[in-house]
């Protein structure tokens, strides 16, 4: 989609403002609505021809008095947010205007929502990171989850967030928390290695076992007890066997080759991680001199 100029479409549109029956179908939502309400955004994304129009209506709804209305101005923000960098300084000015104390926390969410959607672009982090102490987890997660992908190394700001959303009482938070900050290998002290230590016996989402990939891919030798116990199980893991691979320690080889031997790639997602955990494993031969 490209903007080259206004349609009659899109003048009619800018013209007129939604019928109260259409705005009333874009606020009557709920989670088992999610999909049909950003399908809805979407098209109405997509009926305008100019960044300038959309613009202009989520401005429109952030001014709103009411408070489902403010959040759709987030939501219209969402929809393509991976494809156009022209919406990202307004909705940044709107997410940071927003006193978080006394906002509901239906525009929260969709705040938070909308910048966590954007995650190939840093100017969102500090503002995503304002949502960090949400009393909403669903808000928190979008946190966790919408770190911007390539900052690497994270600044301490955003490490800290992190530190303390791998102790969150919500499972996935602290599950995403963990990928984000684990992902991120050139955030490497001792502090955040023995945070990923103490989160390899969460029993909560994937959180152990992408603390597990974090610790293999930093290295740290306390990991290799841990995989060794991990690996004996038959129905191991995925994150584990990646885990396995990163590390590359060649004393995992025999639990490695059982499972292979014992067909453990015939039902997962991602077979090849045992062949990549087998060949990184693997004794190198000396070179010839």
């Known amino acids: 989609m490209t903007f080259s100029g206004i349609s009659e479409k899109g003048r009619e549109m800018s013209r007129q403002p939604l019928s109260d029956?259409?705005?009333?179908?874009?606020?009557?939502?709920?989670?088992?609505?999610?999909?049909e309400h950003?399908?809805?955004?979407?098209?109405?994304?997509?009926?305008?021809?100019s960044p300038e129009e959309i613009t202009a209506l989520a401005r429109s709804w952030w001014a709103d008095p009411d408070e489902r209305v403010r959040a759709l101005g987030f939501d219209l923000l969402a929809v393509q947010a991976v494809d156009f960098s022209w919406h990202v300084p307004p909705l940044?000015?709107?997410?940071?205007?927003?006193?978080?104390d006394t906002t509901h926390e239906d525009v929260r969410w969709s705040a938070a929502h909308a910048l966590a959607t954007i995650c190939d672009d840093d100017r969102v982090l500090f503002p995503l990171l304002r949502f960090a102490a949400d009393p909403d987890s669903d808000?928190?997660?979008?946190?966790?989850?919408?770190?911007?992908?390539?900052?690497d190394p994270l600044p301490e700001d955003a490490v800290r967030v992190l530190l303390?959303?791998?102790?969150?009482?919500?499972?996935?938070?602290?599950?995403?928390?963990?990928?984000?900050?684990?992902?991120?290998?050139?955030?490497?002290?001792?502090?955040?290695?023995?945070?990923?230590?103490?989160?390899?016996?969460?029993?909560?989402?994937?959180?152990?076992?992408?603390?597990?990939?974090?610790?293999a891919k930093r290295h740290d030798a306390r990991l290799l007890p841990v995989l060794k116990r991990r690996l004996a199980d038959p129905d191991v893991g995925n994150l584990y066997v990646e885990a396995a691979a990163a590390l590359g320690d060649p004393q995992?080889?025999?639990?490695?080759?059982?499972?292979?031997?014992?067909?453990w790639q015939d039902d997962e997602p991602r077979p090849q991680l045992l062949d990549e955990a087998l060949e990184a494993c693997a004794p190198r031969t000396p070179p010839i001199t």
């Open 21 to 35: 029956s259409q705005l009333a179908a874009l606020i009557a939502w709920d989670e088992e609505s999610h999909t």
């Open 38 to 49: 950003f399908d809805a955004m979407n098209r109405l994304f997509e009926s305008f021809s």
């Open 92 to 100: 940044i000015e709107a997410a940071n205007a927003l006193p978080l």
């Open 139 to 151: 808000v928190r997660w979008h946190v966790a989850r919408g770190i911007p992908v390539g900052v």
């Open 164 to 215: 303390g959303l791998m102790r969150d009482p919500d499972d996935h938070v602290r599950d995403w928390a963990t990928m984000a900050l684990g992902g991120c290998e050139e955030n490497d002290t001792q502090e955040i290695r023995d945070a990923f230590f103490v989160r390899l016996e969460d029993q909560g989402a994937d959180t152990a076992g992408e603390a597990a990939v974090a610790l």
């Open 252 to 263: 995992l080889l025999p639990l490695l080759r059982k499972l292979k031997a014992d067909g």
